[in-house]
């Protein structure tokens, strides 16, 4: 599978941002799906997950509340909506799939992985 991810840009803190991942293939409901970022000189960091039919979901500390991972398997696309956006939020997002696991935080669980997207947020 092949997974494209855009949405990203440059926002100021407190506004928000939808991020869409789109894959390509016609098994995108068989694979969990997850978002990870990397922030500047940082390592790369689990932010959400979601399973095959959308029920479950699992976030990272640093975004509960704030973010929202969800998927339409019409359409074979995931979503991030990223609301009360903070600098420390600024990284390239990566959207990933995972064939095995139910979800999961573990970035080394996931066997495709998008190109990343830069969300930039200013103070």
């Known amino acids: 599978v092949q997974l494209q991810a855009f949405g990203g840009g440059l926002v100021q803190a407190g506004g928000s941002l939808r991020l869409s991942c789109a894959a390509s293939?016609?098994?995108?409901?068989?694979?969990?799906m997850g978002w990870f970022r990397q922030p500047p000189g940082k390592e790369r960091e689990f932010v959400a997950a979601?399973?095959?039919?959308?029920?479950?979901?699992f976030y990272g500390d640093s975004v509960k509340g704030r973010f929202t991972i969800s998927r339409d398997n019409a359409k074979n696309t995931v979503y991030l909506q990223m609301n009360s956006l903070q600098p420390g939020d600024t990284a390239v997002y990566y959207c990933?799939?995972?064939?095995?696991?139910?979800?999961?935080?573990?970035?080394?669980?996931?066997?495709?992985w998008g190109q990343g997207t830069l969300v930039t947020v200013s103070s």
């Open positions: 990933a799939a995972n064939v095995k696991y139910i979800f999961s935080s573990d970035s080394g669980r996931y066997d495709y």
């Open positions: 293939g016609r098994t995108f409901s068989s694979y969990a």
């Open positions: 979601i399973g095959r039919n959308g029920g479950s979901t």
